[in-house]
């Protein structure tokens, strides 16, 4: 059965930096995109952008292209999202999301929180 | 400021219909097929419920239908259940090849 399966929490302080990565399993990872959404709290969805597995071409949403930057590890089938120079805004669940030809978010990871804090 | 636009909250008694709708423009509700609807439990992460502005995915049940007209996208669930209550988004890709969401709905079973 398709997984993605993402790491824990993370608390960073302002300036930081953080990793989030995202395993998948059960599916041949570079016949699919993968899609990057964060949620602030109480807030709704926002799309970050998307990484062609194949090519690793990343397409980022306005406003993310620079400090969020995706990239991939095709020998174990995981996707990760960087974020440098944190700030407070930043603060959401980060989540992975597979792709499909004409839509993604047929699979979910389970999110990630990142919280940026001094 | 969310690129799609949608009410804050609809409410319906259960067995009712109810439709939310979901605004854009012609760069990108207006210009393909590909709206998608989104259901959010409280702590859950997004469920597709709606593609390709009318397909449903293998598993979702009937009751829960899209269309479109110009501009605006809606989601329509009829026979209305206290499971249904949740958060729905709107998404579509737009012509700048990016994906954007409306600000989302929260829907109350009365």
């Known amino acids: 059965q398709v997984q993605l399966v993402q790491s824990g929490s993370e608390l960073k302080k302002p300036g930081a930096s953080v990793k989030v990565s995202c395993k998948t399993s059960g599916y041949t990872f570079t016949n699919f995109g993968m899609n990057w959404v964060r949620q602030a709290p109480g807030q709704g969805l926002e799309w970050i952008g998307w990484?062609?597995?194949?090519?690793?071409?990343?397409t980022y949403a306005q406003g993310f292209a620079g400090r969020f930057v995706f990239s991939l590890d095709t020998s174990v089938n995981t996707a990760y999202l960087q974020i440098s120079s944190l700030e407070a805004g930043d603060t959401a669940v980060y989540y992975c999301t597979k792709s499909r030809d004409t839509y993604f978010g047929d699979y979910w990871g389970q999110g990630t929180l990142v919280t940026v804090s001094s | 400021q969310s690129a799609l636009t949608q009410p804050a909250s609809v409410s319906g008694s259960p067995g009712q219909s109810i439709t939310i709708s979901c605004t854009g423009t012609s760069s990108d509700v207006g210009s393909y097929n590909l709206v998608s609807w989104y259901q959010q439990h409280p702590g859950k992460a997004p469920k597709v419920i709606i593609y390709e502005d009318t397909k449903r995915p293998s598993g979702v049940s009937n009751r829960f239908s899209g269309s479109k007209s110009g501009n605006t996208a809606s989601l329509t669930i009829s026979g209305l259940q206290a499971a249904d209550e949740a958060d729905y988004y709107c998404c579509s890709f737009a012509t700048s090849n990016t994906w954007g969401f409306g600000g989302g709905t929260k829907v109350t079973v009365l």
């Open positions: 990484i062609n597995t194949n090519t690793a071409n990343p």
